[in-house]
């Protein structure tokens, strides 16, 4: 008998297979890699299978507890069943105070939402939003040289963490819950898609954690956390727009000696305590989205970004962003341990890309001109009051600036790699104490500091709100100077006036491994998994085993035709970088214009790069193509600058409007509209896909890479030259697998994919295609141009056997 994994409606067999393998990984404590493609139900066989596995071992570990507390074997009978029955009741009776506040908790909201609609339950008090600056709020005050340790956060974690304003680790308050709950940790890349994610929860009816013969499911603890722009109800301070600002004037009204008056009424304290637990216990009691938790937050006259911290230890359920879960520093500012716990990253295709994004620093020969520019202004108003050694250490901070620019000052060319030596090698630098200096630019705040200060007194040296400042990405690229070579490298690029420094990590493992080795399991899940060698090799060389699952679609094959063009008229038809010229780029031009009246619907054309697209509609000016393709349906191109959404919502108005005639869209793989965008039904019919998207090798970062890659590849023993070939490839498969992984989004969609490119025959390339489009590839089908246009047509015409007013084919040769 299969198993009950409680899912809202009938699974469908791949989903019960997905459930059944997700489950056997979290209970063995693996690490898993699992496929199901967009349209399958992803969601909510993810939540189905984690969650009952949580209710099962939450049920399973209640019976041992009861079943292994110490006996006296000479007692009777009687009395160790009595002291069992005793366990069971207290343990029983926990469970039940906590379920019981969460009741109270929900009919609380019932009657609050039968009053007076907005009215908050806590008196507010007013703002003053105009106080006076003093110039001591920007006196460092630093006076501490102990060997401490301060949380250190990378580039992108800034950049998310400065969002998400947690940028300096508040410590716990007396009052927040010291329970663990056992808990998954759901992560994805953005809110939108927690969101969604939230909205499939919110179906789910699970059993009793704890074994009850009263009642049949239990409701969920789940928590969403975000950022104070997302949960911020202090209406001067969200006005402001600017997450950067959010969080600056949010720190502001919590500085020591701020009148009380003049204080976030919001803001959690010793005054407040009950509405901190009111706040924990409605959370929990409902599955919310952000959006609700600001409400929630707004209802009970509580900050709702500082008090949802009281509910992260009570909670099953733990969604958030995923970036911030990729660094120790940035677990630690949210007081979240992955012990024992489980961990799920939701489209994790790009994970990889992911973690080295969060170590990546980068900085500007302009940025750091105005980092010393900003650093002297300060000195040369507190010079003078600077206490202890906070003069020597910001006088050490301008040094190592100076000798970056002076290694910047130096380079010629387009680019190269750099080592730290020759980024140190200034006067004095080798004397510095890299990781003390980073240390006190952490805990005295200097960034901060000086930037508000010279924001205060000049217009003209003003920062960007919507950026990191620019001391803190000096702060970042300070700590990028102290990571072992042997994981990363650093580059230097010159791009126009200006010189770019960029650290580089080479090694995602090493950062990721304190996430497996803390959490039970780590499951990454998505749509477009494939090829998965890389994820094993790169983020779990560590490991013997990996459990890997991938799962057909929920159509059937046929729904779904794919070809290869791999020759026309002319010849053989390759698009590699040699064979890019204005003779191929028009064969292109032709072979569409053919194609688009057999296509039904919406036909979606990706190139390799937003160059690439740009050369061919250079090429395609020269001649009929562009009138060609208008002539047959109306034509709409993706760009770097455009208007996403208003370009796709005319494509889609298009389609509407002449179903049969539709409209094409040309796309760039890696682009705005190759991820999160629903191609279905007539939306994308037929999907071309324009040569094959390889990175460019000849850059100095991919050739250190693909050095480091051959390097471990030889540490096992492979053949020269594999390991970065096969990287090469897999980079470029999984962009293409993620843009043709949109196009059928349920069990009656239909679509057919044409690749346009002699390279995908090659039994290699069409290894590392997803296994359910691999089913509808024939090794024998015609590759010629006409041949697979014939396949096309025919597979429209199944689909749609009534199409009057086929437009007549194209003349264009």
Request: glycine share 8%.
């Given at each position: 008998?299969?198993?009950?994994?409680?899912?809202?409606?009938?699974?469908?067999?791949?989903?019960?297979?997905?459930?059944?393998?997700?489950?056997?990984?979290?209970?063995?404590?693996?690490?898993?890699?699992?496929?199901?493609?967009?349209?399958?139900?992803?969601?909510?066989?993810?939540?189905?299978?984690?969650?009952?596995?949580?209710?099962?071992?939450?049920?399973?570990?209640?019976?041992?507890?009861?079943?292994?507390?110490?006996?006296?074997?000479?007692?009777?009978?009687?009395?160790?069943?009595?002291?069992?029955?005793?366990?069971?009741?207290?343990?029983?009776?926990?469970?039940?105070?906590?379920?019981?506040?969460?009741?109270?908790?929900?009919?609380?909201?019932?009657?609050?939402?039968?009053?007076?609609?907005?009215?908050?339950?806590?008196?507010?008090?007013?703002?003053?939003?105009?106080?006076?600056?003093?110039?001591?709020?920007?006196?460092?005050?630093?006076?501490?040289?102990?060997?401490?340790?301060?949380?250190?956060?990378?580039?992108?974690?800034?950049?998310?963490?400065?969002?998400?304003?947690?940028?300096?680790?508040?410590?716990?308050?007396?009052?927040?819950e010291e329970v663990d709950e056992l808990k998954i940790f759901v992560c994805s890349r953005t809110h939108s898609q927690l969101s969604q994610f939230v909205g499939e929860l919110q179906r789910v009816r699970l059993p009793p954690g704890l074994p009850d013969d009263e009642k049949t499911t239990e409701d969920l603890k789940h928590l969403s956390l975000g950022s104070r722009q997302n949960l911020c109800i202090n209406p001067k301070v969200v006005k402001l727009d600017k997450p950067t600002a959010i969080n600056e004037r949010c720190i502001e009204l919590q500085k020591p000696g701020i009148p009380t008056d003049e204080k976030c009424p919001f803001l959690p304290g010793k005054d407040n305590q009950d509405l901190v637990l009111d706040?924990?216990?409605?959370?929990?009691?409902?599955?919310?989205?952000?959006?609700?938790?600001?409400?929630?937050?707004?209802?009970?006259?509580?900050?709702?970004?500082?008090?949802?911290?009281?509910?992260?230890?009570?909670?099953?359920?733990?969604?958030?962003?995923?970036?911030?879960?990729?660094?120790?520093?940035?677990?630690?500012?949210?007081?979240?341990?992955?012990?024992?716990?489980?961990?799920?990253?939701?489209?994790?295709?790009?994970?990889?890309?992911?973690?080295?994004?969060?170590?990546?620093?980068?900085?500007?020969?302009?940025?750091?001109?105005?980092?010393?520019?900003?650093?002297?202004?300060?000195?040369?108003?507190?010079?003078?009051?600077?206490?202890?050694?906070?003069?020597?250490?910001?006088?050490?901070?301008?040094?190592?600036?100076?000798?970056?620019?002076?290694?910047?000052?130096?380079?010629?060319?387009?680019?190269?790699?750099?080592?730290?030596?020759?980024?140190?090698?200034?006067?004095?630098?080798?004397?510095?104490?890299?990781?003390?200096?980073?240390?006190?630019?952490?805990?005295?705040?200097?960034?901060?500091?000086?930037?508000?200060?010279?924001?205060?007194?000049?217009?003209?040296?003003?920062?960007?709100?919507?950026?990191?400042?620019?001391?803190?990405?000096?702060?970042?690229?300070?700590?990028?100077?102290?990571?072992?070579?042997?994981?990363?490298?650093?580059?230097?690029?010159?791009?126009?006036?200006?010189?770019?420094?960029?650290?580089?990590?080479?090694?995602?493992?090493?950062?990721?491994?304190?996430?497996?080795?803390?959490?039970?399991?780590?499951?990454?899940?998505?749509?477009?998994?494939?090829?998965?060698?890389?994820?094993?090799?790169?983020?779990?060389?560590?490991?013997?085993?990996?459990?890997?699952?991938?799962?057909?679609?929920?159509?059937?094959?046929?729904?779904?035709?794919?070809?290869?063009?791999?020759?026309?008229?002319?010849?053989?038809?390759?698009?590699?970088?040699?064979?890019?010229?204005?003779?191929?780029?028009?064969?292109?031009?032709?072979?569409?214009?053919?194609?688009?009246?057999?296509?039904?619907?919406?036909?979606?054309?990706?190139?390799?790069?937003?160059?690439?697209?740009?050369?061919?509609?250079?090429?395609?000016?020269?001649?009929?193509?562009?009138?060609?393709?208008?002539?047959?349906?109306?034509?709409?191109?993706?760009?770097?600058?455009?208007?996403?959404?208003?370009?796709?919502?005319?494509?889609?108005?298009?389609?509407?409007?002449?179903?049969?005639?539709?409209?094409?869209?040309?796309?760039?793989?890696?682009?705005?509209?190759?991820?999160?965008?629903?191609?279905?039904?007539?939306?994308?019919?037929?999907?071309?896909?324009?040569?094959?998207?390889?990175?460019?090798?000849?850059?100095?970062?991919?050739?250190?890479?693909?050095?480091?890659?051959?390097?471990?590849?030889?540490?096992?023993?492979?053949?020269?030259?594999?390991?970065?070939?096969?990287?090469?490839?897999?980079?470029?498969?999984?962009?293409?697998?993620?843009?043709?992984?949109?196009?059928?989004?349920?069990?009656?969609?239909?679509?057919?994919?044409?690749?346009?490119?002699?390279?995908?025959?090659?039994?290699?390339?069409?290894?590392?295609?997803?296994?359910?489009?691999?089913?509808?590839?024939?090794?024998?089908?015609?590759?010629?141009?006409?041949?697979?246009?014939?396949?096309?047509?025919?597979?429209?015409?199944?689909?749609?056997?009534?199409?009057?007013?086929?437009?007549?084919?194209?003349?264009?040769?």
């Amino acid at each position: 008998m299969a198993k009950d994994f409680h899912h809202p409606f009938k699974p469908y067999g791949i989903q019960l297979q997905f459930m059944e393998a997700l489950y056997d990984c979290i209970e063995k404590g693996q690490v898993g890699i699992f496929e199901s493609p967009t349209g399958t139900g992803k969601s909510l066989s993810l939540i189905c299978g984690a969650l009952t596995w949580l209710r099962d071992h939450k049920r399973k570990t209640f019976d041992e507890a009861v079943t292994s507390i110490e006996i006296n074997e000479d007692e009777p009978d009687w009395m160790i069943e009595h002291a069992r029955k005793a366990k069971r009741r207290e343990l029983q009776q926990a469970r039940e105070d906590l379920e019981a506040r969460l009741r109270a908790a929900r009919k609380r909201e019932d009657k609050i939402r039968e009053r007076a609609r907005g009215e908050p339950l806590a008196k507010r008090r007013k703002i003053d939003d105009k106080k006076e600056v003093k110039e001591e709020d920007f006196l460092l005050d630093y006076d501490s040289d102990e060997q401490g340790t301060k949380p250190a956060f990378a580039n992108e974690t800034i950049k998310l963490m400065e969002e998400l304003g947690m940028l300096q680790k508040e410590s716990k308050d007396d009052y927040e819950e010291e329970v663990d709950e056992l808990k998954i940790f759901v992560c994805s890349r953005t809110h939108s898609q927690l969101s969604q994610f939230v909205g499939e929860l919110q179906r789910v009816r699970l059993p009793p954690g704890l074994p009850d013969d009263e009642k049949t499911t239990e409701d969920l603890k789940h928590l969403s956390l975000g950022s104070r722009q997302n949960l911020c109800i202090n209406p001067k301070v969200v006005k402001l727009d600017k997450p950067t600002a959010i969080n600056e004037r949010c720190i502001e009204l919590q500085k020591p000696g701020i009148p009380t008056d003049e204080k976030c009424p919001f803001l959690p304290g010793k005054d407040n305590q009950d509405l901190v637990l009111d706040f924990r216990d409605h959370a929990l009691a409902r599955v919310r989205d952000i959006e609700d938790a600001a409400g929630l937050g707004r209802k009970l006259g509580i900050c709702p970004y500082y008090a949802s911290r009281s509910a992260i230890g009570p909670a099953e359920v733990v969604t958030l962003p995923y970036p911030l879960l990729l660094q120790k520093s940035a677990r630690d500012a949210l007081g979240i341990s992955l012990k024992h716990h489980v961990v799920i990253i939701d489209e994790a295709h790009n994970l990889m890309d992911a973690i080295e994004g969060v170590h990546t620093a980068t900085i500007t020969q302009i940025q750091l001109k105005r980092a010393r520019e900003l650093l002297m202004v300060y000195l040369q108003k507190f010079k003078n009051r600077l206490k202890g050694g906070n003069g020597v250490h910001v006088a050490q901070v301008v040094r190592v600036i100076d000798s970056l620019l002076s290694f910047t000052t130096s380079l010629t060319g387009p680019g190269g790699t750099a080592e730290p030596s020759q980024l140190l090698s200034g006067k004095g630098v080798d004397q510095i104490n890299l990781a003390k200096l980073v240390r006190y630019m952490t805990q005295s705040k200097l960034a901060r500091k000086v930037e508000c200060y010279v924001s205060q007194v000049s217009e003209n040296v003003g920062k960007d709100e919507t950026e990191v400042p620019t001391l803190t990405q000096i702060q970042n690229f300070f700590m990028a100077l102290m990571n072992p070579s042997k994981e990363g490298r650093f580059f230097w690029s010159t791009e126009g006036d200006d010189h770019v420094l960029r650290y580089m990590l080479l090694d995602p493992s090493e950062p990721f491994r304190d996430v497996v080795d803390s959490a039970r399991a780590v499951v990454l899940v998505g749509g477009t998994m494939s090829p998965m060698t890389d994820y094993k090799r790169q983020l779990f060389p560590y490991l013997s085993e990996v459990t890997t699952f991938s799962c057909g679609h929920l159509v059937p094959p046929s729904s779904l035709h794919v070809g290869i063009i791999a020759s026309d008229q002319e010849g053989p038809v390759e698009f590699s970088f040699k064979s890019r010229n204005k003779a191929n780029f028009r064969r292109i031009g032709v072979i569409l214009a053919k194609l688009a009246p057999l296509a039904y619907g919406g036909m979606v054309v990706f190139f390799p790069s937003y160059g690439f697209l740009t050369q061919v509609l250079e090429a395609w000016h020269g001649g009929d193509f562009l009138k060609e393709l208008k002539r047959h349906k109306p034509l709409f191109c993706d760009s770097r600058t455009g208007s996403t959404d208003a370009m796709f919502n005319m494509y889609g108005e298009a389609i509407k409007k002449d179903a049969k005639r539709g409209a094409m869209l040309l796309s760039v793989i890696g682009g705005k509209l190759s991820e999160g965008i629903n191609f279905a039904d007539d939306l994308g019919r037929c999907v071309v896909v324009v040569g094959l998207p390889f990175p460019n090798l000849d850059t100095p970062e991919w050739k250190t890479r693909m050095r480091y890659l051959e390097a471990k590849a030889a540490e096992r023993g492979e053949a020269r030259g594999s390991a970065s070939k096969e990287h090469a490839e897999n980079v470029c498969m999984r962009s293409v697998n993620q843009a043709i992984g949109r196009v059928i989004r349920h069990k009656d969609d239909w679509a057919s994919i044409v690749l346009l490119d002699a390279r995908y025959g090659r039994e290699g390339i069409q290894a590392k295609l997803p296994g359910w489009i691999r089913a509808s590839l024939s090794t024998t089908a015609p590759t010629k141009a006409e041949k697979v246009m014939q396949g096309v047509a025919s597979f429209s015409d199944m689909h749609e056997a009534v199409r009057p007013g086929r437009l007549q084919p194209s003349t264009v040769a």
